[in-house]
């Protein structure tokens, strides 16, 4: 079974930073697409950064420059930096796969809090 497992999140100020972790455990398909997804309490929930297996990036405009996504595919493992953060990026973040296959499976995290405040 394909799990994720994210950490890293907690309580900063703004301008602080974090730096979330996503293991992924379970055999997976290479070819993969990573990413980080994110929903506060009231509102959507919006893809915030995802990469490709090679390395490949994209970002939403509200966070572009000041987060950054990376994965290491040894371990199976992406990671969201993120810098200079204000209270609006407040939200649970889940870290999302989606194996690129003809079927497209996705799977989801458990989600973990960031919280920012003034």
């Known amino acids: 079974q394909v799990q994720l497992v994210e950490s890293g999140g907690g309580l900063v100020q703004a301008g602080g930073s974090l730096r979330l972790s996503c293991a992924v455990s379970?055999?997976?398909?290479?070819?993969?697409?990573m990413g980080w997804y994110r929903q506060a309490p009231g509102k959507q929930r919006e893809l915030v950064a995802a990469i490709t297996s090679s390395g490949s990036a994209n970002y939403a405009d509200s966070v572009k420059g000041r987060f950054t996504i990376s994965r290491d595919n040894a371990k199976n493992t992406v990671y969201l930096q993120m810098n200079s953060l204000k209270p609006e990026d407040t939200s649970v973040y889940y870290c999302?796969?989606?194996?690129?296959?003809?079927?497209?499976?996705?799977?989801w995290g458990q989600g973990t809090q960031v919280t920012v405040s003034s």
């Open positions: 379970g055999s997976i398909f290479s070819d993969n697409t």
């Open positions: 999302n796969v989606q194996i690129w296959t003809s079927f497209r499976p996705n799977y």
